[in-house]
């Protein structure tokens, strides 16, 4: 059974740092692409960014509003996925959630809740 | 940024009844190549992460019902419940995926009338 757990989040001042992880089981994950998205509150889905996989040379990319303060890794040994996020801002606050593949996502973690707040 | 527009926003439908919800996308997310649309459909219900309904506009994910299909090329999508059942109850997004940033729609409520 594919798993995708989400953990690391919490309340972080304004231009602080925080590190999220995606444990997934059930998978080989380094065979999949990951994403990330993000819903704030009252608001829709937010695609984050992904990552590819090794075999396409783990290239990420991301979303216009977190390019250049957020980035996505990945480790393939411990098949955990991760969302470094600096520089945080108000509007960051949000639910994070991790998925399986980089097109369409059949696979979810639960979200871990990010609130940026001084 | 490809901009996905769903209309109704809400739509009430009596038990075995089909249910239509519309999907715009502000350009073609049709790759000529592969003759496929990058579109995909999920159902989210309150407290829940979505679910993946339809892929490649038209692919039933594993495990939906086969009252649930999708239809529409180019700009243009529908998803349709042919005969809405009580657990149907939820909300309804496209995703369009033929291009960075990926893109939803809005969503529409479909609700029991």
């Known amino acids: 059974e594919v798993q995708l757990v989400e953990s690391g989040g919490g309340l972080v001042q304004p231009g602080r740092s925080l590190r999220l992880s995606c444990t997934a089981s059930?998978?080989?994950?380094?065979?999949?692409?990951m994403s990330w998205f993000r819903q704030a509150p009252g608001k829709g889905l937010e695609w984050v960014g992904f990552?590819?996989?090794?075999?396409?040379?783990?290239?990420?990319e991301y979303a216009a509003s977190v390019n250049g303060r957020f980035t996505i890794s990945r480790d393939d040994s411990k098949s955990i996925a991760y969302l470094q996020m600096n520089s945080l801002k108000t509007e960051d606050t949000a639910m994070y959630y991790c998925?399986?593949?980089?097109?369409?996502?059949?696979?979810w973690g639960q979200g871990t809740m990010v609130t940026v707040s001084s | 940024d490809i901009v996905m527009t769903q209309s109704p926003d809400s739509l009430a439908v009596s038990l075995g009844e089909r249910a239509t919800i519309n999907c715009k996308s502000s350009q073609s997310v049709f790759d000529s190549s592969n003759n496929k649309n990058y579109l995909a459909w999920y159902q989210r219900k309150p407290g829940q992460t979505p679910k993946l309904v339809i892929y490649?506009?038209?692919t039933r994910e594993s495990g939906v019902p086969d009252r649930f299909s999708g239809s529409g090329s180019g700009t243009d999508f529908t998803l349709t419940i042919s005969s809405l059942q009580a657990e149907d109850v939820a909300v309804y997004y496209c995703q369009q995926y033929y291009s960075t940033p990926l893109t939803f729609g809005g969503g529409t409520k479909v609700e029991i009338k």
């Open positions: 998925t399986r593949d980089g097109r369409f996502f059949s696979f």
């Open positions: 490649w506009a038209s």
């Open positions: 059930g998978f080989t994950f380094g065979d999949y692409a």
């Open positions: 990552i590819k996989t090794r075999t396409y040379g783990g290239t990420t």
